[in-house]
């Protein structure tokens, strides 16, 4: 295993580089258009692209994570000490912070800044239940069944997701954190990050019952895959 000190980087590394894509394609989405549905398409193609990247190569080295509630998934799973996982979730929202100073650095924006964009309500909650669920789960069914592919998963999922959610697809406290230091397209109230972070985890912590379930290897050895072995 790698060492904890380098696994902590990355995690920082890798969610700062998520919120500077996050922050960054949002400004100049909103620069180039007026047009909300293209600025979030363009947000959205970014996010989605920039996750791939940054799985396949990260990933290797701390697991790619960049969520503190995917942290918590896999301590669950006795797959990552709880001190570990307690670190993880610090890098992690610190690095997003870092992300988003740094996409306000090259936009010539105001660096330290508190979002006023509002983003609460029964809905958005619910939507980032639904969508932390789904990322947890093609996470843990990639993992099981097709682990090469888990980065193009995920970076797909994300990119549906900000369409078919009406919050776009936090699914990530450390990124809703980070987040709320932006009065920018891709920002959120500090006053409105509570919910969604409550929201998150019970997504996750939902989607790991139901999956451990679902992916349990049973007497036999495997799971069938093909219709042929389901004997």
Same mark, same amino acid.
């Given at each position: +295993?790698?060492?904890?000190?380098?696994? #902590?980087?990355?995690? %920082? #590394?890798?969610?700062?580089?998520?919120?500077?894509?996050?922050?960054? /394609?949002?400004?100049?989405?909103?620069?180039?258009?007026?047009?909300? %549905?293209?600025?979030?398409?363009?947000?959205?193609?970014?996010?989605? /692209?920039?996750?791939?990247?940054?799985? /396949?190569? #990260?990933?290797?080295?701390?697991?790619?994570?960049?969520?503190?509630?995917?942290?918590? *998934?896999?301590?669950?799973?006795?797959?990552?000490?709880?001190?570990?996982?307690?670190?993880?979730?610090?890098?992690?929202? %610190?690095?997003?912070?870092?992300?988003? &100073?740094?996409?306000?650095?090259?936009?010539?924006?105001?660096?330290?800044? $508190? $979002?006023?964009?509002?983003?609460? !309500? !029964?809905?958005?909650?619910?939507?980032?239940?639904?969508?932390?669920?789904?990322?947890? %789960? *093609?996470?843990?069914?990639?993992?099981?069944?097709?682990?090469?592919? &888990?980065? +193009?998963? *995920? !970076? #797909?999922?994300?990119?549906?997701?900000?369409?078919?959610?009406?919050?776009?697809?936090?699914?990530?406290?450390?990124?809703?954190?980070?987040? /709320?230091?932006?009065?920018?397209?891709?920002?959120?109230?500090?006053?409105? &990050?509570?919910?969604?972070?409550?929201?998150?985890?019970?997504?996750?912590?939902?989607?790991?019952?139901?999956? $451990?379930?679902?992916?349990?290897?049973?007497?036999?050895?495997?799971?069938?895959?093909?219709?042929?072995?389901?004997?």
């Amino acid at each position: +295993m790698i060492d904890l000190p380098r696994r #902590l980087v990355a995690e %920082a #590394l890798g969610t700062a580089i998520l919120v500077v894509t996050v922050v960054g /394609s949002g400004i100049m989405a909103e620069t180039l258009t007026t047009d909300t %549905a293209l600025a979030l398409l363009a947000n959205t193609i970014a996010t989605g /692209s920039i996750l791939v990247v940054l799985i /396949s190569c #990260l990933g290797p080295i701390s697991g790619a994570h960049f969520n503190p509630a995917v942290s918590l *998934v896999f301590t669950l799973r006795d797959e990552l000490p709880a001190r570990d996982a307690t670190l993880y979730a610090l890098v992690q929202v %610190a690095g997003g912070i870092v992300g988003a &100073v740094i996409a306000h650095a090259m936009f010539e924006r105001a660096l330290l800044q $508190s $979002s006023t964009h509002v983003r609460t !309500g !029964g809905a958005q909650w619910f939507s980032e239940g639904v969508a932390t669920f789904g990322l947890v %789960a *093609v996470i843990l069914a990639g993992i099981r069944f097709e682990r090469k592919a &888990v980065p +193009m998963l *995920v !970076g #797909l999922y994300i990119t549906a997701a900000y369409w078919f959610t009406a919050s776009t697809s936090f699914a990530n406290p450390a990124v809703a954190i980070a987040r /709320s230091f932006t009065d920018t397209f891709s920002g959120i109230r500090p006053l409105d &990050v509570p919910g969604f972070i409550v929201a998150q985890v019970a997504g996750a912590l939902l989607a790991l019952a139901l999956m $451990s379930w679902l992916l349990r290897v049973p007497a036999g050895g495997h799971l069938p895959i093909n219709p042929e072995d389901r004997t």
